[in-house]
Each structure stands twice: as structure tokens, then as C-alpha cells.
């Protein structure tokens, strides 16, 4: 027998699972329709120099690359923000900014398996490239909400926990940390929630942080409002940028799902301003969604530097949340009608009627089994049929055929023509 577990990390999607799946990518791509984003696509194979960066993030390590046989260095995508960047620097001259583009991604990561992280996920990725101001910000962040909120999820349910890398910055700049190991040291402090305290402060020091630096980050990172650390950092570009942001999503009506949050980092090394994630209000799991502001990356690919933000949000924690909110839609079959026949001389008025009904926008099954009545009916209450019509072999030779609603369980005879009249 060969493996019939599929590769570890990676999914199957039967029927069932299928329709969760089509389910959450019509609700991102009607929002994200509704927003005016157009779609995209790449390739799920990409350079894998894409994805090398210096400041040692955590995705560089979970590649899935390989050499292909004509030695190119190459790897499947774990993320999608790479290709966008890629694609726009392509094509830089012949578009016009702002884009408002967005995907839904299937990416590969080679991660430790825990509870929301799996190693095949898709991701809905919306991005605005070419808009420097905090619109920018409080539209994306509008967007994702709206999708929430399709889902039946509402503020006492989830909120975005917001920070800004600037705000960051300014933190280490008080510590006297000079400005080039910043970004390490932010690598390390996105694992803060994720490893014990002494062990985070080693993996600090290992950055070159002396033990009384690394005392006043922990106390400066645990002080509690939006306002104590304004104080504490008086003039700073990246608080009056994200209070900005607040405000415009809060005149968007949306005020309620925001949170201030200085433990919000990020584990991606390109963000240069905003940065968020999703979470349920108790944050009991990994991010719903993530994101935020990257002006540099288009320039660190060797183009002109263009500002850029935008999210990816995950199909795995999303499904987790709603099922544990209770919120998971129904995903009943439904077809509007099963033809039967009852032998293989009525089968090709069945498939004629069928495909006739399917013209006019009828989902149809067209029974083939030509088993008797109460099978027929029982195959047609699992699939979710609403009518069935019966080609009795007396009736039919008087062009009619038997209509059971399946609900009420009444039955009426019907000529063809008239069925078809009332259809069309
Ligand atoms: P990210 O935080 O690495 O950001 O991933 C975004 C989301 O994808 C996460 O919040 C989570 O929902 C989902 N996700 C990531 N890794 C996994 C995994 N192993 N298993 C299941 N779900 C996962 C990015 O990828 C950025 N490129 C997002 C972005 C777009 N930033 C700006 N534009």
C-alpha cells in the first residue's frame, strides 16, 4: 500500500472541508471586490533569493527550496508579499499608482507544527502600493473587518492589535541601542510571548544588549496605555502616525475593534511603520491576519522606493476562531432538482430535461442509478434536492412528469413544456 497520509503539514480538502474553503475565499473576494482591489496572481515556485534576507527572520529558515535540474535556486512561496513586489517592479512604468491589488495565496512554510500553523495555508493577501499616507492604513485595516464581520464575528469577538515599528525604534534609540541592531533585536522581541523570560533576555543579550538595557526594555514594553508611553517617548513620528490611523478607522466607525499593543513586532523583517495582527480578545491563539506598513522592500529588490501596506490573512486560525465562536456557517448540499428515471429507455428524456434545466441556471443532479422510487427519494433528501421529477414511463409517453417538493412531500403531475415555461 502506498502513503495515503498526505505530506505531513499539508491538507487534504475533501468535499466538506472544500466547502468551508470556497465559502471564506467568496467572502474575501467580495469584500475585496467591494473595496475596489483588483486580483492577482503569481506563481507558487519563485527565486529563493526573494526570500533571503540578512536580518535573520524566521521564514528564511522555513523555505522549501530545492535546485531545479537546471540548477536554478528556487523554492515554493511562503508568502506571497515577495512575488507582489517582484511583479510590481516588472511592470513599475506601465502602471499607475496607487494599485489596490489583492490574492488569495496558497504558501509552504516548513514550520513546528502547533496549533494554527500548519505547513500548506492560504492566505489573502490586499496591499496598496504607492500610497504614502495613513489612508492607506485605515483602508486595509477597514477591509478586514468588513470580511470579519461577513463572518459574524464583531468587537466582543476579535480586535486589531496595533503598533508601530517606528514607536520601536524610538524605544531602542532611548536605550542607547544603536540604530543597526534595531532590526535583530525586533526579530528577537516578536518571540517574546512565545519563550520564557529568561530565556527571551539571553536571546537579547545575544544581540548585544547589555542586562540593564535589556530590564528597561521589559519595563518599557509592559507599561500599559497608548499615553504612558507617548509620555515616556515625548516627540515620536511613529505614535502621531498610528494615532492618526486610529482615528481615521474610528471615524470609519469602526473604533471598537482597535487596540494599542507596544508587544506587537512582527516576525517579518521589511516593515517600516504601522504593523498589526488580528487576534480573539482573549489572544488565546496565534494571529487571525497580520500586517502592516513596508516602504522599503520594493527598493531593497533594487527598484525606486515605493510605500506599500497591506495584510495576509490565513484560512487555518480564521476556520479555528469561528468554529470556537460557534460562527461556522452550515455547509448543507443544496441542488434545485434530481431527474429520475426508472429505466435506460427513459434515460435520454433524463439527461434532455436535466441539461435543459441546467440552461436556465438549475443545479441538477440526474439520477442514473435507476433504482426504485423510495431510493431515489432517499438519495435525494442526503443530497439537499428541493424538487424531484419522476419519468414515469406512462406519464412521460403523455409529456408529463411527476414533481415532488421534497419539503412538503406533495406531488403533482406536470406537463414538460409548462415546467419549462415556468423556468424560463
Ligand atoms: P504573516 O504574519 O507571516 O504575514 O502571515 C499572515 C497570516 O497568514 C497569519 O496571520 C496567519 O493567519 C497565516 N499564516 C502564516 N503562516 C501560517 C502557517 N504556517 N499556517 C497557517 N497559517 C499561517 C505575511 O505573510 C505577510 N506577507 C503579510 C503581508 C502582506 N504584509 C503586508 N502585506
Redesign the pocket.
Known amino acids: 500500500m502506498i502513503e495515503l497520509q498526505p505530506v505531513k503539514g499539508t491538507r487534504d480538502f475533501f468535499p466538506e472541508q472544500m466547502r468551508l474553503r470556497n465559502w471564506l475565499f467568496e467572502v474575501w473576494r467580495s469584500v475585496a471586490l467591494q473595496f475596489g482591489f483588483e486580483e492577482y496572481d503569481a506563481c507558487i515556485l519563485e527565486h529563493a533569493e526573494l526570500y533571503t534576507r540578512k536580518a535573520g527572520d524566521e ?1 528564511t529558515q522555513q523555505l522549501y527550496n530545492f535546485k531545479d535540474k537546471g540548477a536554478r535556486e528556487l523554492s515554493l512561496r511562503p ?3 515577495p512575488s507582489l513586489a517582484r511583479m510590481v517592479l516588472r511592470h513599475q512604468k506601465a502602471l499607475s499608482f496607487p494599485l489596490k491589488w489583492f490574492t488569495i495565496a496558497q ?1 509552504f ?1 516548513y ?1 513546528r507544527m502547533t496549533k ?4 500548506e ?1 492560504f ?1 489573502w ?1 490586499a ?1 496598496i502600493i504607492g500610497q504614502p499616507s495613513e489612508v492607506a492604513e485605515a483602508e486595509v485595516l477597514c477591509m478586514l473587518l468588513m470580511a470579519c464581520k461577513k463572518m459574524g464575528l464583531t468587537s466582543q469577538h476579535i480586535r486589531i492589535y496595533l503598533n508601530d515599528r517606528r514607536i520601536l525604534n524610538a524605544i531602542l534609540e532611548q536605550l542607547a541601542i544603536p540604530q543597526s541592531q534595531h532590526l535583530n533585536i525586533m526579530i528577537v522581541m516578536d518571540k517574546r510571548d512565545k519563550v520564557p523570560p529568561d530565556v527571551f533576555a539571553t536571546l537579547l543579550q545575544e544581540q548585544k544588549m547589555s542586562l540593564d538595557q535589556v530590564h528597561k526594555l521589559v519595563e518599557t514594553l509592559s507599561l500599559g496605555s497608548m499615553q504612558q508611553l507617548a509620555d515616556r517617548l515625548g516627540e515620536c513620528e511613529g505614535m502621531t502616525r498610528l494615532q492618526q490611523v486610529m482615528q481615521l478607522v474610528d471615524a470609519a466607525g469602526l473604533g471598537d475593534y482597535l487596540q494599542f499593543d507596544v508587544s506587537i513586532v ?3 523583517s521589511y516593515y517600516t511603520g504601522m504593523v498589526f ?1 488580528v487576534n480573539d480578545t482573549s489572544k488565546s491563539q ?7 506598513r ?1 516602504d522599503s522592500l520594493l527598493s531593497s529588490y533594487g527598484g525606486e522606493t515605493i510605500p506599500a ?10 476556520a479555528d476562531t469561528l468554529a470556537e465562536y460557534g460562527k461556522l456557517p452550515e455547509f448543507s448540499r443544496s441542488l434545485d432538482y434530481m431527474v429520475v428515471p426508472f429505466s435506460m429507455d427513459q434515460m435520454g428524456a433524463a439527461l434532455r430535461i436535466s441539461n435543459r434545466l441546467r440552461d436556465i441556471g438549475k443545479r441538477v443532479e440526474c439520477d442514473m442509478s435507476l433504482k426504485k422510487v423510495k431510493k431515489a427519494l432517499q438519495k435525494a433528501d442526503e443530497l439537499g434536492v428541493q424538487q424531484v421529477l419522476m419519468l414515469f414511463p406512462d406519464e412521460l409517453a403523455a409529456g408529463e412528469v411527476v414533481l415532488r417538493n421534497m419539503e412538503t412531500r406533495e406531488q403533482t403531475n406536470i406537463k414538460l413544456e409548462e415546467l419549462m415555461i415556468e423556468e424560463s
Request: glycine share 22%; net charge positive; aromatic share 8%.
Open positions: 521564514i508568502e506571497v508579499t504558501c512554510r514550520e494554527g500553523r500548519r505547513r495555508h492566505q493577501n496591499d512582527r516576525g517579518l495582527e496565534r494571529a487571525i491576519c497580520g500586517g502592516g513596508y501596506v497591506g495584510f495576509g490573512f490565513g484560512d487555518v486560525v480564521i
